[in-house]
């Protein structure tokens, strides 16, 4: 069946799918940037219950922006050019169970390091925190170890102190905050299924 422009001013699609309507519509103001963007952030946070301190990971992964995307409101839209074009980065706190604790979406070009210490700020104090070589910051070791977390952050080649004091076992599972990116994207993608099944 068609659905004209005029049907669509009518109503026809309120009257033929209300709930799928409605639905939509909260969604869209529940999920709106800035006035109520914070609602699915405050269900995120009552969510959240008892996560496992031992262990922290933190990792940042680039979203790929549609070629169009931010004419003049990037900020808002967490939107930022970096390497590979027009890019947002997601910044994930995972708990020892590879559970979100924590996120921040910036633009792509804002640096791992630069966000850490303020998203980590936000989270309880893990036992361990665990970062790769992007988080390799001497003032963010000081503030880890100031709040009582260890860190485990490989320094770069071009380090005088070199990696003496890395648990390298315990390196090995950062897979935990890689995996969670893995069921993201996983995430997306079903949502996109979801938005193309007959309602």
């Known amino acids: 069946m ?5 049907d669509f001013e009518r109503g026809f699609i309120g009257e033929i799918y209300p709930s799928t309507l409605v639905t939509g519509i909260q969604f869209l103001s529940v999920s709106a940037i800035g006035q109520k963007g914070d609602a699915l952030k405050k269900i995120f946070e009552a969510l959240k219950v008892e996560p496992d301190l031992e262990w922290g990971f933190i990792d ?6 549609h070629q169009h995307s931010a004419s003049g409101q990037s ?3 967490a939107i930022g050019m970096s390497r590979g074009g027009k890019t947002s980065k997601i910044h994930m706190v995972v708990d020892a169970f590879g559970l979100p604790v924590n996120f921040e979406v910036t633009g792509g070009q804002v640096n791992d390091s630069s966000v850490a210490n303020g998203l980590l700020s936000l989270t309880d104090v893990f036992e361990f925190t665990i970062a790769d070589k992007g988080y390799d910051k001497e003032s ?9 977390s260890i860190p485990l952050i ?9 990696n ?7 390196y090995k599972h950062r897979h935990l905050v890689e995996n969670l990116k893995r069921n993201y994207e996983a995430s997306v993608t079903l949502a996109c299924i979801m938005a193309w099944l007959p309602m």
């Open 2 to 6: 068609k659905v004209s422009c005029i």
């Open 60 to 65: 940042g992964s680039y979203v790929k922006a």
């Open 75 to 77: 900020d808002e839209q």
């Open 140 to 148: 963010l070791r000081e503030e880890l170890r100031d709040r009582g």
């Open 154 to 162: 490989p320094r770069r080649k071009t380090s005088k102190v070199g």
């Open 164 to 170: 003496e004091d890395m648990d390298w076992g315990l």
